[in-house]
């Protein structure tokens, strides 16, 4: 397996990165939102001076307004960050939006080089209970795009998508395209306890790394939400306890494990977002909760506590 995603800054490895969603309350990228200057400056000290760890690697998901607003941000201040940046994808959007965020994915990549590192194309566009899914006979198509962006961007393209996409047979064909591959896998969603999580999660890395033996494998997605209502569709599948205690006792020992075995990560997430699950839901939907912070930018016990040194 060659190592082909490598993030550093001044030869310091910086592969443990952080999704994040510039969004606060009110906002969302339903609404075209962009938010303020001021805001993202504040997201960044966050993430970079907080006295826990500093993310120097952060994940966005789509090419548009709001993700272009956070990169001009980082390169008009010099800030010490570096992005994987994806292309919102969908199987049910009209295809002129997929080739708007393809010229808009490549375009950004190449004003931003530096900070731009890697392109995602699509997230969780394959697995079968997506509610943007591609279909399997639309996997040539989704390889041609593969091809052209590989050919107009300097840096590794990517897919992230669920474990269950990635140990399926028709996954080959895909990972053979890609620079490397992002893997999710919840062990929260997938209704593993908190003391088996940490453990399930590196057996299930562990298990598409063998089925993609020349392929680098990143975790695009693991966290811990801190707030579930299980009459509330899939979270039904949550048996754990989703508190703030138990998303610190998981990330400290997730975060331990991938500083031990070096994986290239994105923690999910950042901060909560309440536009999540649907603006109309009661703010307790796990959704809305997964952030290492609430969306008011304080921090959850995690953080406030500094267990990780």
Do not use: C
């Not at 041609?144 to 961007?153: A, R």
């Not at 940490?198 to 057996?203: F, G, L, M, N, P």
Request: overall charge negative; aromatic content about 12%.
């Amino acid at each position: 397996m060659k190592t082909i995603f490598n993030p550093t800054i001044n030869g310091t490895w910086i592969g443990l990165g952080i999704s994040y969603g510039p969004y606060r309350d009110g906002e969302s990228p339903d609404k075209n939102s962009v938010t303020s200057e001021t805001h993202i400056l504040e997201d960044m000290d966050i993430l970079l001076n907080n006295g826990v760890h500093k993310w120097h690697l952060i994940r966005m998901y789509g090419a548009d307004a709001a993700s272009e607003q956070v990169l001009r941000v980082i390169k008009k201040h010099q800030l010490p960050v570096q992005v994987m940046l994806g292309a919102w994808l969908s199987g049910k959007d009209p295809m002129e939006d997929n080739r708007a965020q393809l010229d808009n994915v490549i375009r950004l990549a190449n004003e931003y080089k530096g900070i731009v590192v890697a392109v995602n194309l699509g997230n969780e566009i394959f697995v079968d209970w997506s509610w943007h899914k591609f279909e399997i006979d639309q996997i040539p198509l989704y390889l041609e795009w593969v091809d052209e962006v590989k050919s107009k961007v300097d840096v590794p393209v990517t897919l992230a998508d669920d474990y269950n996409f990635w140990n399926k047979p028709w996954s080959q064909q895909v990972a053979e395209k890609l620079d490397f591959i992002v893997l999710h896998a919840y062990a929260m969603w997938n209704s593993q306890p908190l003391d088996s999580a940490v453990q399930w999660t590196a057996d299930v890395y562990n298990d598409i790394a063998k089925r993609h033996p020349s392929k680098q494998i990143a975790l695009g997605e693991a966290g811990w939400a801190t707030s579930s209502i299980p009459t509330n569709g899939d979270e039904r599948l949550i048996i754990a306890e989703a508190s703030e205690d138990a998303q610190s006792a998981f990330f400290t020992a997730y975060h331990a494990w991938l500083k031990e075995n070096k994986v290239v990560s994105f923690y999910f997430e950042a901060f909560d977002e309440k536009w999540k699950g649907g603006e109309e839901k009661p703010d307790g939907i796990a959704e809305k909760n997964w952030g290492l912070y609430r969306s008011d930018r304080t921090p959850k016990k995690v953080i406030a506590d500094k267990l990780v040194q």
